[in-house]
């Protein structure tokens, strides 16, 4: 038996509100659904288009929008005769240089089957080999839409030794993307990602990857690098080491989106998803909701579309099929989302992290915290605060904000907790 379609009250297919990233080869979240980010969308394609090879970096806060950006540059790309995928590569502080190395030949032979099926000969023949062997033992992960996390192909094969892809990674590399241009590419963009939220010492650990694999990988012709991910951690990552920072561009530093594009957004999914083209669209919230949520989340579109998802899917799931469709309020959005929120923190942190995040939220829920801060409002250890920090960020109850200089890191309550919290 089908499921009822909740959003079906409001003239729409599915849920507006969806945060998966927007991708060119799903018919559900098509980058034609983009919105904003014009300068910086010309420069990245500007940079590509302008040299054999490039290294980009895109940085800004979480859930701002810069996994969507490069998808939508990607797709940009591709229309002007670039191969390239709408998968995004890993970069694990974890992991060695041959892994990376391992992920950039397979991530540009995907882009190589991806826009020409029919690719035959020597070049993919060697490729073909080191990546099903990359592949075995363990190293086909590619993350989520978010930009975090896994997802991906991982297989219980038997491993191979390290050695082929080291010694013969960075020829079969070339070869690759050579094959690509004589086939007609321009070249080939890839999307490395995963660069959100990681400590100091595991960016640090990433930058020294990116610089174990810089003349046998990074400055290839053919080959078009985007680094996505936080500030601090992409700041780190490229700019560390001058052997790197000196082949990428300054990273672009995102902005939240203006609030009038927010609506805009909104606006076009509201219209793609209409259910009956002959009736009107309906708003399910007024534009004033989202103004308050979009002020309250400063700037994360994402949180924000969490917000407004899990809120209204709990209260359309209360409403009678025969009532009219009227926009929700803001009153009734909270009520739901601060019993909602509250319920999955505590689950998630646990009572001792709870209290402390209480502790914080009835001190002021506004302030921006140092490590220094926190020892004195907690009453613990600086190691325990560092741990303490690290789960709250995880578990998306706190923000870092980006280094200002040799000032400590600040930190603040993201949208989430501050409605768990009741504080919002």
Known sequence: MALPNLWGLYNLRSSPYFQATLRQDVAGTPVSLFVGRQAERQRLLTTIGSSRSSRQAVAGRPGIGKTTLVQVVKADALEAGYWTSAEVLPISAA??????????????????????????????????????????RGGGFTVSGFGFGGGGSHSEGVSTPPSPLLLDGPRALRDLLNYAREEGAEGVVLHLNNLENLSEADAGRAADLLRGIRDQALLLDGLHLVV??????????????????SVFSDPI?????ALGQVQLLLAHRYDALRLDPDRPRQTPVAHTVIEQLYALFRGDLRGLLKALEDGLTALLGLTAGGEAAVPIGMADLLLVLR?????????QLGGGLWERLQEWADDDPAAERTQAGLVALWGIKQPSVSQTLQALIEAGAIEAQPRQGREAIRYLLTGTARLGLGVA
């Open 253 to 257: 530093v995102l902005e939240p989106l």
């Open 95 to 136: 992991e060695q240089g041959e892994d990376l190395l391992g992920r950039l030949l397979s991530g540009t032979y995907d882009a190589v089957l991806a826009s020409h099926p029919q690719a035959c000969g020597p070049a993919m023949e060697a490729a073909q080999q080191l990546v099903r062997g990359f592949r075995l």
């Open 339 to 347: 019993q909602r929120n509250r319920l999955e923190l505590k689950e």
């Open 228 to 245: 996505v991910g936080t500030t601090d951690a992409v700041r780190t990552v490229v700019q560390r080491h001058t052997q790197v920072r």
